[in-house]
């Protein structure tokens, strides 16, 4: 063989880089969305199962990529160890590759066949090594010798038992190789001072990756899952309630985001309990702590997770009263501060620095894809407030227009689209008397009625 050879060979023995720290970082993905999504909408129906699928898929990889790095190991310690020290046996095949064929054996040819082969040969016990050397002419035939090692004989004698041995590539080849050059030699290797290194690659790169993923996306999952939720957000062009006015409690568990409540008196009020928590809650208005209903309507049934409920009851005089969960009263419990001028929960941000109070309110309830109430009443010049509240399983939402089709109504008028289960007041003042027009925007032709100004 010339100088100028040509090796192609393969570092003993080499691992090939394993996907399954990216499929887990992958997976930590899935969940991380997933959780969110579950602990922003519980009350859908999809939330749960996809869930459940991601922590199905992250535990999958795990096992996966813990079952794939120890078989790697094992091999790896197989390798070095050499099985207590016994000597390695070596396969030598040579041959000659026709004259100008030595391109296209490299590319399409036996040399190219050979070192395919080489992902077949790892899964053989005892495979170690595979080596290609080659000393291309500038004229006439170029030799090719093509070397496996092994760690013991029986390995050796496995190979040799297969259809797939470097024989059998050699003699699929008959036009990149030369008749009677073929030659080979089954050899015991005495000495070898080649050390036998194991690299794991792309492993860890893949493994930082995937632990940035999981570590960053459960860290906002997890601040979205438990973090209280101390402010209800207001929509869509809908006035802020003032301070200690808000038509929403919300409960978590265990704990309301109101202790206060200011109400007027001797005024129909409509509250709404909204259950953020992972357990059951309800609210219930007392005249005293373990004492009777504050009026009829005010005592609330006990919600599951997700869950809302509005209670519509009359106030009493001025004094101060009492709220609580029926099932956390201890820990979850305020003060119902009935006094005069206190705005009329919902309506005070209609109201405006006037302090003027709502003149009506109105429930609406919207299932699969029907309004309860198709009719509604308000006072021209004056606050209206609307509690609406999805009880279907599909987006819903209300807005009121000035007529079929037309332009909305007014400041506040227009309801956001709310997922299942989920509810909102809007406020507005309506403009002069007249019949005016609301829908659901996703459902028009079969969810709509008229709303009456006097």
């Given at each position: 063989?010339?100088?100028?050879?040509?090796?192609?060979?393969?570092?003993?023995?080499?691992?090939?880089?394993?996907v399954?720290?990216?499929?887990?970082?992958?997976?930590?993905l899935?969940l991380?969305?997933?959780?969110?999504w579950?602990?922003?909408?519980?009350?859908?129906?999809?939330?749960?199962?996809?869930?459940?699928?991601?922590?199905?898929?992250?535990?999958?990889?795990?096992?996966?990529?813990?079952?794939?790095?120890?078989?790697?190991?094992?091999?790896?310690?197989?390798?070095e160890?050499?099985?207590?020290?016994?000597?390695?046996?070596?396969?030598?095949?040579?041959?000659?590759?026709?004259?100008?064929?030595?391109?296209?054996?490299?590319?399409?040819?036996?040399?190219?066949?050979?070192d395919?082969?080489?992902?077949?040969?790892?899964?053989?016990?005892?495979?170690?090594?595979?080596?290609?050397?080659?000393?291309?002419?500038?004229?006439?035939?170029?030799?090719?010798?093509?070397e496996?090692?092994?760690?013991?004989?029986?390995?050796?004698?496995?190979?040799?038992?297969?259809?797939?041995?470097?024989?059998?590539?050699?003699?699929?080849?008959?036009?990149?190789?030369?008749?009677?050059?073929?030659?080979?030699?089954?050899?015991?290797?005495?000495?070898?001072?080649?050390?036998?290194?194991?690299?794991?690659?792309?492993?860890?790169a893949?493994?930082?990756?995937?632990?940035?993923?999981?570590?960053?996306f459960?860290?906002?999952?997890?601040?979205?899952?438990?973090q209280?939720?101390?402010?209800?957000?207001?929509?869509?062009?809908?006035?802020?309630?003032?301070?200690?006015?808000?038509?929403?409690?919300?409960?978590?568990?265990?704990?309301?985001?109101?202790?206060?409540?200011?109400?007027?008196?001797?005024?129909?009020?409509?509250?709404?309990?909204?259950?953020?928590?992972k357990?059951?809650?309800?609210?219930?208005?007392?005249?005293?702590?373990?004492?009777?209903?504050?009026?009829?309507?005010?005592?609330?049934?006990?919600?599951?997770?997700?869950?809302?409920?509005?209670?519509?009851?009359?106030?009493?005089?001025?004094?101060?009263?009492?709220?609580?969960?029926?099932?956390?009263?201890?820990?979850?419990?305020?003060?119902?501060?009935?006094?005069?001028?206190?705005?009329?929960?919902?309506?005070?941000?209609?109201?405006?620095?006037?302090?003027?109070?709502?003149?009506?309110?109105a429930?609406?309830?919207?299932?699969?894809?029907k309004?309860?109430?198709?009719?509604?009443?308000?006072?021209?010049?004056q606050?209206?407030?609307?509690?609406?509240?999805?009880?279907?399983?599909?987006?819903?939402?209300?807005?009121?227009?000035?007529?079929?089709?037309?332009?909305?109504?007014?400041?506040?008028?227009?309801?956001?689209?709310?997922?299942?289960?989920?509810?909102?007041?809007?406020?507005?003042?309506?403009?002069?008397?007249?019949?005016?027009?609301?829908?659901?925007?996703?459902?028009?032709?079969?969810?709509?009625?008229?709303?009456?100004?006097?």
């Amino acid at each position: 063989m010339t100088d100028h050879s040509s090796h192609e060979e393969h570092d003993a023995p080499t691992s090939t880089p394993s996907v399954w720290p990216l499929i887990v970082g992958l997976a930590a993905l899935f969940l991380g969305f997933s959780l969110i999504w579950w602990a922003q909408d519980r009350g859908n129906e999809f939330s749960g199962p996809i869930l459940a699928a991601a922590v199905v898929a992250v535990f999958i990889g795990a096992a996966g990529w813990a079952y794939d790095e120890s078989k790697m190991r094992r091999k790896a310690d197989q390798m070095e160890l050499g099985k207590g020290g016994e000597s390695r046996f070596t396969q030598v095949v040579t041959f000659s590759v026709a004259a100008g064929r030595m391109a296209v054996a490299r590319e399409s040819g036996i040399i190219h066949d050979i070192d395919s082969s080489d992902n077949a040969l790892r899964d053989l016990p005892g495979f170690v090594d595979l080596r290609i050397i080659a000393s291309p002419a500038v004229s006439g035939p170029s030799q090719v010798l093509v070397e496996t090692t092994w760690t013991d004989r029986e390995g050796l004698a496995t190979y040799e038992q297969t259809r797939r041995t470097m024989l059998d590539l050699v003699g699929q080849h008959g036009d990149d190789v030369v008749p009677g050059s073929v030659q080979v030699f089954d050899m015991e290797v005495v000495r070898d001072t080649k050390e036998i290194s194991v690299r794991f690659g792309l492993a860890p790169a893949f493994a930082v990756l995937g632990a940035l993923i999981v570590g960053g996306f459960m860290v906002g999952a997890g601040l979205t899952v438990f973090q209280s939720n101390t402010t209800a957000a207001a929509a869509p062009g809908a006035q802020t309630p003032a301070a200690g006015s808000s038509s929403t409690i919300v409960a978590t568990d265990n704990k309301f985001n109101q202790s206060t409540i200011t109400l007027p008196p001797n005024t129909d009020v409509t509250l709404t309990l909204k259950n953020d928590g992972k357990a059951k809650h309800n609210l219930h208005f007392m005249d005293k702590p373990n004492g009777n209903d504050l009026a009829p309507g005010s005592a609330g049934a006990i919600l599951d997770p997700g869950k809302s409920e509005a209670l519509t009851f009359k106030t009493p005089g001025v004094g101060t009263y009492y709220f609580q969960c029926d099932l956390h009263p201890d820990q979850m419990k305020g003060t119902v501060d009935v006094k005069e001028g206190a705005p009329v929960p919902g309506a005070a941000g209609a109201a405006g620095a006037t302090g003027a109070a709502s003149s009506g309110s109105a429930k609406v309830v919207a299932t699969d894809n029907k309004l309860d109430k198709t009719a509604l009443d308000a006072t021209a010049g004056q606050p209206f407030s609307v509690l609406f509240q999805n009880n279907g399983k599909v987006k819903h939402n209300l807005h009121f227009y000035d007529k079929q089709n037309g332009s909305t109504l007014a400041q506040g008028a227009e309801g956001a689209i709310l997922d299942p289960g989920k509810s909102e007041t809007l406020t507005f003042t309506p403009p002069g008397p007249g019949v005016f027009w609301f829908q659901c925007d996703l459902h028009p032709d079969q969810m709509n009625g008229k709303l009456t100004v006097k």
